[in-house]
């Protein structure tokens, strides 16, 4: 019986989320990664980091990051 009202409730949420508008303050976004981006620069950090021997297993696989290795040990 109290589903109408929650399902309402879901729609009403999900509409405001598709159309309604956002004040983004792009200018502050573009120096936190411009910060970011000096940071890693300067630290020689990467925010990318690649594995060689596991990429060419999974490279094509959206599910890659999901899989336990150990688990065929079991077997």
Do not use: C
């Amino acid at each position: 019986m109290g589903r109408g009202r929650a399902k309402a409730k879901q729609t009403k949420v999900a509409r405001e989320l598709k159309y309604g508008t956002v004040n983004t303050d792009l200018s502050a976004l573009q120096a936190e990664l411009s910060a970011s981006r000096q940071h890693d620069l300067e630290t020689g950090a990467s925010s990318i980091v690649v594995d060689d021997d596991e990429a060419d297993d999974y490279a094509d696989d959206p599910y890659a990051k999901y899989y336990d290795d150990d688990e065929d040990d079991d077997e």
